[in-house]
């Protein structure tokens, strides 16, 4: 865990703020007040500041509260029940020392207020703290997402992840293929070699499934015990199987002696369910479906791989 607390934000990365005020003076004090320590977005309306927000996720967005149009108050609705967005940080800017005001504007989600005429050694220091408080709370989050034994995805993160994947092909009318992972003989590995050993073999095994999924949409995470779960976006049934075979050739390559198994090293199975993502189907029952190829695969042989297209 030490390595990806260390490596999660490097220090050289700069947070990233969204300023959205209809004045473009104002816009202009904020940005030289912000511009060297952080990357800058701006937007002038409520719709613009929306569009900027879900395109670059920033970590901060200023955000004046008094604009034609939408207001920011209901911009900051807006971002706040999208889960892409929710976890952006609002700070409200506003020409009112209005405790009304500032009240809806923390019960809607905001993390604090800026008032005009700006203080630039004020504003800055605000900005600062809150960069902390969100980039603190990322690395907690991130944490909380990440299965401590072999450093994938936990089942919580795949909870939030796929949804968020099946929305994306549905969108763009493109294949999801899901594939089931299970290492063979995992009990007797662990009756043989002893649960430390076993420990090990898992992050090998799930490291090396990680070194195969090239693209940077593509999914891991551990679903259970020695079992992983891959999520690969925008492929079909044929391209999935390829994928699968070469996580399983990568696994048996690794030559981990596991005598007790008939191949006597470790070995994976591996079953793939591929469909095109409708709001008439369900990702649950892609689960199942690929469930019950890895099931076909193990019973056929292991060490390979059984796939299906839904209809």
């Known amino acids: 865990m030490d390595n990806i607390e260390l490596n999660q934000y490097p220090n050289d990365t700069k947070g990233k703020i969204v300023i959205v005020d209809d004045q473009p003076l104002n816009i202009k004090i904020l940005h030289q007040i912000f511009s060297e320590e ?18 670059v996720l ?7 509260i008094e604009m034609p149009g939408m207001s920011g108050f209901d911009v900051c609705q807006h971002l706040k029940a999208d889960p892409e967005t929710a976890g952006i940080g609002i700070i409200f800017v506003t ?8 009240v809806k504007g923390f019960q809607l989600g905001a993390v604090d207020f800026i008032h005009k005429p700006i203080n630039p050694i004020i504003t800055a220091a605000r900005v600062k703290n ?5 980039r603190q709370s990322d690395l907690l989050h991130s944490i909380a997402l990440l299965d401590s034994l072999t450093g994938v995805a936990n089942r919580r993160h795949l909870d939030q992840r ?6 994306q092909c549905c969108r763009s009318k493109l294949p999801l293929s899901i594939v089931m992972l299970d290492v063979d003989f995992f009990k007797r590995f662990n009756d043989r070699y002893g649960h430390q050993e076993g420990d090990h073999c898992l992050r090998l095994v799930a490291q090396t499934i990680n070194s195969v999924l090239r693209r940077p949409m593509d999914y891991i995470a551990r679903y259970g015990g ?5 999520i690969l976006p925008e492929t079909p049934l044929s391209g999935a199987l390829q994928m699968a075979q070469r996580i399983v050739d990568a696994v048996r390559a690794l030559h981990i002696e596991h005598l007790d198994s008939c191949f006597k090293e470790i070995t994976i199975s591996a079953g793939i369910a591929s469909v095109q993502p409708t709001s008439d189907v369900t990702w649950f029952s892609l ?16 060490n390979q791989v059984f796939g299906l297209e839904v209809s």
């Open 38 to 55: 952080y990357e800058l977005f701006m937007a002038t309306n409520g719709e613009q500041a929306i569009a900027i927000c879900q395109k």
């Open 58 to 64: 920033p970590d901060l967005v200023l955000l004046d």
């Open 95 to 102: 020409g009112h020392f209005d405790e009304v005001q500032e």
């Open 130 to 134: 809150q960069f902390t408080l969100k």
């Open 162 to 167: 796929l949804p968020e994947l099946w929305k």
């Open 226 to 230: 020695e079992e992983f779960i891959c």
């Open 287 to 302: 689960i199942e479906t690929a469930d019950q190829q890895l099931y076909h695969a193990k019973e056929n042989g292991r």
